[in-house]
């Protein structure tokens, strides 16, 4: 793969892997292989504070620490509010539990007919293929399940899940998520790809991934290459932040989007990071230069230990009512909440009807001018 010019943070973070030169930089197991994973390393790199200290220390039975170099070279070493810093490095907040909160908020596991599979919906299944992502997102809605361990699904599992999609002749879209899926190899991916391909009722498959944003090197053209033969084929690709839009991101994006895979963003609305009209509006239109539909932003899930990320829902609304209207509606995502306990994504559109007469609506605009919809 063609290496990108490293950046002056790339290369400070570089150098503390001796003996590792750009090709290295570029190439996407050893990113893998070399993700920060321990306090004394990062702390060469990032000016630590007492609570990310604590958090270091304390997350690792619950949601492990792992940064690839690249995502590290992101993060500002001396500012702790730092976007990319607050989502891949731990703070003493994770480690209390407020009352409304689970370990599993979206009820996955009461809907799942086999290990790995969740269905929810009635013509689609979630199918959860490993544990294992490129960097851990502390507000991870899975983080009860995710981590580095050996847990990768079996063949066996796998084909469980294969027997029961073909079972199930009402599922006709199959979500491949995790985990990350693409922190399998080619090859194992490939094999999934086929097997669900080869089910007739399946119309598509999408792929759930944040790898083009924490680990772009792994989109490779051989993967690409891979990818393409399973058309139609869509990926939803997590972003939250316009500082993860770089240069390495965009070669990515733009990989995919010539394959024609057609790509969605989901976003999770963070405290801190993007609870702003103005970051969240910049995110959007990064995206769509890239290609990449924002398709949803989520509510974040009331996980163990996540108090400190969640914004309130009118707070959501409010980001939301700053951009329909005020920029392109394909920058528009829709704003959901996943029903705790297992209800799904429940949309939380803000509202534009002021009232409902007998025979006509009352509705306002973007700039909050009153329309009549009358009704005979
Ligand atoms: C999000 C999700 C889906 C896909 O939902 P869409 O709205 O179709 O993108 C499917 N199954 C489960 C369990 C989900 O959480
Ligand atoms: S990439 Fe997705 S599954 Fe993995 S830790 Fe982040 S939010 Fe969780």
Known sequence: MLSLPLTAAERRVLRHFHGADETDWADWRWQLRNRIRSKEVLESLVRLTRAERQGIDGCGKKLTMAIPPYFAAL????????????????????????????????????????????????????????????????????????GDGDRTLSMASYQRAFDYI?????????????????????????????????????????????????????????????????????????????????????????????????????????????????????????MLKLRVRPYYIYQCDPILGSRHFRTTIAEGQAIMEQLRGHTTGYAVPTYVVDGPGGGGKIPLSPNYIVKKEKKRYILRNFQNDEYYYYES
Not at 94 to 117: T, Y
Not at 132 to 141: E, S, W
Not at 215 to 221: D, F
């Open 75 to 146: 993060i500002s070493p001396e500012d702790p509010t730092c976007p990319i810093r607050r989502q891949c490095i731990p703070l003493a907040d994770e480690l209390s539990a407020s009352p409304e909160e689970m370990a599993d908020p979206c009820g996955e596991d009461n809907h799942s007919p086999v290990h790995g599979l969740v269905h929810r919906y009635p013509d689609r299944v979630l199918f959860l293929v490993n544990e294992m992502c490129a960097m851990y997102c502390r507000y991870c809605t899975r983080s009860r399940m995710v």
């Open 166 to 286: 073909r079972e199930h002749t009402e599922v006709r879209d199959v979500l491949i998520s995790g985990g990350d899926p693409l922190t399998l190899s080619d090859r194992i991916l490939e094999h999934i790809l086929q097997e669900v391909k080869s089910i007739p009722h399946v119309e598509f498959v999408r792929l759930g991934t944040r790898i083009p944003v924490t680990l772009p090197q792994r989109v490779t053209s051989d993967l690409i290459g891979m990818l393409k033969q399973y058309n139609p084929l869509w990926m939803s690709i997590h972003f939250n932040h316009p500082a993860e839009i770089t240069p390495a991101v965009a070669r990515a994006c733009n990989m995919i989007a010539d394959a024609g895979i057609p790509a969605g963003s989901q976003t999770v609305l963070l405290r801190g990071i993007n609870d702003d009209p103005v970051v969240m509006r910049r995110l959007m239109h990064g």
